[in-house]
C-alpha cells in the first residue's frame, strides 16, 4: 500500500470519512506531496509536536519542520501553537481538507482542477459517507429573527449567542462557492470560531472580525437567502455555514443526494397563515431553498415533511403570513461534540480504527 492509500485510510477514519475513490486518490496527489505524504500518514487527529513526528517519520526535525509548515500553509493539515511551541494534527475532509485550500479564493488552474474533481468525488463517494446514519455531522439553525419570543428556550439554537459566546472569531470564503461556482451568493460569510479560527487567520485563509461584524455577516446571509447550519451539538458552535443549496455540500446531500440524513433539520418546521397569504410567492420562488412550497389557488402551501425548518420563508414574507412552529417530534441533538462523533463513529463502524489512529 502506498502512502496515498495509508493516508486516505486514516482520514477515513474520522466521522466525516474518505470513501476509496479514484477522485480522492488524485485530490491527495495534488494536495500532498510525496514527502508530505509520507510524513502525513505518521500524524493523527490528535496534535504532536514536530520531534514525535520526525520520530515517527523515521526523518530529521528540520525536514519535517519544512513540510509540517508547507501543508499548514496549504491548509491541508492543522497547526496550533501551545506554549512557544507548534504542534501540527491531520483534518478531517469536511470541514479541513476540501475546505481551506479554497479560502483565499481560489482562480488558479490547480484549484479549478480540484474542484472538479471534489464535485466527482462528492457524487461518486463522499455525499453519502458523509452524511448520517442516522446521526447527521451538521444540522439547520433557524434564521433568529424567525423564532417567536416564546420559542427561544434553546439558546444552542439561536444562532447569535454563537457569535456572542465566541472569544475569537474569524470570517472566510465560502468554499463551495468558490468551488462549485453555480450562484452569486455572497461568499465571505462563512463564520470559524475558536482555535481553528486562529489557525485559519494565522495562515491567511480568513481574517479575523469583531462580534458586530460577526452579526453584520448574519444579516448578510439572511438578507441573501442563505441557510445558517452548524455542527450538530449543543454544547458550542465550531462554525456557523451560511450555505446555498446548488453549491453547498452539506444541503446538496438532500437536494441532489436524496439521503435523508444529509444534515438535522431544526426544531421548526414552516406553517403558512392562509388568509394572510397575498399570493406573492416569492417564500416558494426565492426563500425556500428545498422548494417544499407551492402555490395552490394563489395561496401558499408547505409541505412540512421536506421543510428543515430554515425560517427563511418567515423572514422573506412581506405580509407576515408564515410562522415557524415546534415539530412535533423534536430532532436528538447530541450534548457535545465528542459524543455527537462517538455516536457517528458507531454507527459508520469506524471506532475502532478512529481509537486506534489516536493512540498511535
Request: one cysteine or more; proline letters at 5%.
Amino acid at each position: 500500500m502506498n502512502n496515498y492509500d495509508r493516508l486516505r485510510e486514516i482520514l477515513d477514519a474520522h466521522p466525516a470519512t474518505a470513501p476509496k475513490a479514484k477522485s480522492i486518490d488524485e485530490i491527495l496527489r495534488l494536495l500532498f506531496t510525496p514527502e508530505e505524504a509520507a510524513l502525513a500518514v505518521h500524524m493523527s487527529f490528535k496534535y504532536k509536536g514536530v520531534p514525535k513526528i520526525a520520530g515517527a517519520a523515521g526523518v530529521a526535525e528540520d525536514a519535517a519542520k519544512k513540510n509540517l509548515e508547507s501543508m499548514a500553509n496549504k491548509g491541508i493539515i492543522y497547526s496550533r501553537n501551545k506554549e512557544g511551541e507548534k504542534f501540527y494534527g491531520l483534518l478531517p475532509l469536511i470541514p479541513g481538507v476540501f475546505e481551506f485550500p479554497f479560502m483565499k479564493g481560489g482562480g488558479t488552474p490547480m484549484h479549478k482542477r480540484l474542484g472538479g474533481l471534489w464535485e466527482e468525488y462528492h457524487h461518486e463517494a463522499l455525499g453519502v459517507s458523509f452524511a448520517g446514519q442516522p446521526t447527521p455531522l451538521m444540522r439547520v439553525v433557524a434564521v433568529e429573527k424567525s423564532i417567536k419570543a416564546e420559542n427561544r428556550v434553546h439558546p444552542y439554537e439561536e444562532v447569535r449567542n454563537f457569535i456572542r459566546d465566541a472569544k475569537y472569531i474569524a470570517v472566510t470564503q465560502c468554499a463551495c462557492r468558490v468551488s462549485v461556482a453555480k450562484c452569486d451568493k455572497p461568499r465571505e460569510v462563512c463564520l470559524i470560531f475558536e482555535d481553528v479560527a486562529e489557525f485559519l487567520v494565522e495562515r491567511g485563509f480568513a481574517r479575523h472580525i469583531s462580534k458586530e461584524e460577526g452579526m453584520k455577516v448574519l444579516d448578510e446571509a439572511e438578507k441573501a437567502g442563505l441557510v445558517h447550519t452548524s455542527n450538530n451539538s449543543s454544547d458550542k458552535a465550531l462554525l456557523i455555514c451560511n450555505c446555498c443549496p446548488c453549491c453547498c455540500t452539506v444541503l446538496r446531500g438532500m437536494t441532489q443526494l436524496k439521503h435523508p440524513h444529509a444534515f438535522e433539520p431544526s426544531r421548526f418546521e414552516a406553517r403558512v397563515i392562509s388568509e394572510s397569504c397575498n399570493g406573492c410567492a416569492i417564500c416558494a420562488e426565492e426563500r425556500c431553498p428545498m422548494k417544499t412550497i407551492e402555490m395552490k389557488d394563489d395561496v401558499a402551501f408547505v409541505n412540512a415533511a421536506n421543510c428543515i425548518g430554515c425560517g427563511l420563508c418567515v423572514s422573506g414574507c412581506p405580509v407576515d403570513a408564515i410562522v415557524l412552529e415546534e415539530r412535533k417530534q423534536l430532532p436528538a441533538i447530541p450534548a457535545t461534540v465528542a459524543e455527537m462523533g462517538a455516536k457517528v463513529l458507531q454507527e459508520k463502524g469506524r471506532l475502532d480504527a478512529f481509537l486506534k489512529i489516536m493512540q498511535g
